[in-house]
C-alpha cells in the first residue's frame, strides 16, 4: 500500500506562481511513475506531467514551458512548480503513483489540492 498526501494549492492571480507537493508512504520501494493530473469542474481528469523514477518527464501541451515536474527519491516526494498560472488551470490537482511489485501493478491516488487562478 502507499498513501500520497498533496499539498500547496491554493488562490492565486493569473501570472502567478504556486508548487504543490505529494508526500509519498508506505510501500514507497514499488512505485515506477509519480504523475500530476487535473479535473476542472465538468471536465474529465487530464494528465499534466509524468516523471519516472530514471527522470524522464513529459508534459501535456497545455502546460509546457510553464509546469516543472520532479521528484525528490530521498524524502519520497514529488512536486510540481507551475508558473505564468492562467484561469484554465484551476482544477483540482491529484498526485498519481503507478506501483509494481514484480506481481502486479497498482495505481494510488492523493485526496487531491484545489487550485484556482483569478483572472
Known amino acids: 500500500q502507499v498513501q500520497l498526501v498533496e499539498s500547496g494549492g491554493g488562490l492565486v492571480q493569473a501570472g502567478g506562481s504556486l508548487r504543490l507537493s505529494c508526500a509519498a508512504s508506505?510501500?514507497?520501494?514499488?512505485?515506477?511513475?509519480m504523475d500530476w493530473y487535473r479535473q476542472a469542474p465538468g471536465k474529465e481528469r487530464e494528465l499534466v506531467a509524468v516523471?519516472?523514477?530514471?527522470?524522464?518527464?513529459n508534459y501535456a501541451d497545455s502546460v509546457k514551458g510553464r509546469f516543472t515536474i520532479s521528484r525528490d527519491n530521498a524524502k519520497n516526494t514529488l512536486y510540481l512548480q507551475m508558473n505564468s498560472l492562467k484561469p484554465e488551470d484551476t482544477a483540482v490537482y491529484y498526485c498519481?503513483?503507478?506501483?509494481?511489485?514484480?506481481?502486479?501493478?497498482?495505481?494510488?491516488w492523493g485526496q487531491g489540492t484545489q487550485v484556482t487562478v483569478s483572472s
Open positions: 508506505g510501500d514507497v520501494i514499488c512505485i515506477s511513475t
Open positions: 516523471i519516472t523514477t530514471g527522470g524522464s518527464t
Open positions: 498519481y503513483a503507478g506501483c509494481y511489485d514484480g506481481l502486479r501493478f497498482d495505481d494510488y
